[in-house]
């Protein structure tokens, strides 16, 4: 009878430490990637006719940031690419910077897979806050990042 609950300790026990232990990269990615699809089905069924934000997108070498509206069934930016001193703003296509197409660009990251990676989703609407990889490849300086700021939305 004691080696029984000895062993249910020892198992519990075990279970407890694996809850302790810090995820692998590969488990990590797929833990982010079930938040990921909720945080898409939380942005479908949100149903939004439009909305705004700024977005951080870049790397090592710096980042550009642009201000992105959708609604009305189209899409309009603008950018200027920050390292030491911020440029001028600019007019930019939308191409990659519709949450949708963001949602994306993080899902095709996390299935690829990472070294080290961060993602942060609004649960209300479901937008990304901020998502950072170090790519798991043989390349050095691929990692890259994106941050939502002063997202405002609108309903129907």
Same mark, same amino acid.
């Given at each position: 009878?004691?080696?029984r609950?000895?062993?249910?300790?020892? !198992?519990?026990?075990?279970?407890?430490m694996?809850?302790?232990?810090?995820?692998? !990269?590969?488990?990590?990615?797929?833990?982010y990637?079930?938040?990921?699809?909720?945080?898409?089905?939380?942005?479908?069924?949100?149903g939004?006719?439009?909305?705004?934000?700024?977005?951080?997108?870049?790397?090592?070498?710096?980042?550009?940031?642009?201000?992105?509206?959708?609604?009305k069934?189209?899409?309009t930016?603008?950018?200027?690419?920050?390292?030491?001193?911020?440029?001028?703003?600019?007019?930019?296509?939308?191409?990659?910077?519709t949450m949708?197409?963001l949602?994306?660009?993080v899902?095709?990251?996390?299935?690829?897979?990472?070294?080290?990676?961060?993602?942060?989703l609004?649960?209300?609407?479901?937008?990304?806050?901020?998502?950072?990889?170090?790519?798991?490849?043989e390349?050095?300086?691929?990692?890259?990042?994106?941050?939502?700021k002063?997202?405002?939305?609108w309903?129907?």
């Amino acid at each position: 009878m004691k080696s029984r609950a000895m062993k249910l300790q020892l !198992a519990a026990g075990l279970l407890l430490m694996s809850f302790c232990l810090p995820l692998t !990269a590969s488990e990590q990615d797929r833990d982010y990637l079930a938040q990921l699809e909720q945080a898409e089905r939380t942005w479908h069924a949100a149903g939004l006719a439009g909305y705004r934000y700024t977005l951080i997108k870049g790397g090592v070498f710096g980042h550009s940031e642009c201000e992105v509206r959708v609604g009305k069934g189209r899409c309009t930016a603008r950018s200027r690419f920050t390292f030491q001193q911020p440029e001028l703003w600019q007019r930019a296509k939308c191409d990659g910077l519709t949450m949708p197409e963001l949602i994306s660009q993080v899902r095709e990251q996390l299935v690829k897979g990472t070294r080290h990676v961060e993602l942060k989703l609004d649960a209300a609407v479901g937008y990304i806050v901020e998502f950072s990889a170090e790519p798991d490849t043989e390349l050095p300086d691929q990692d890259w990042y994106v941050q939502i700021k002063q997202f405002r939305s609108w309903s129907w």
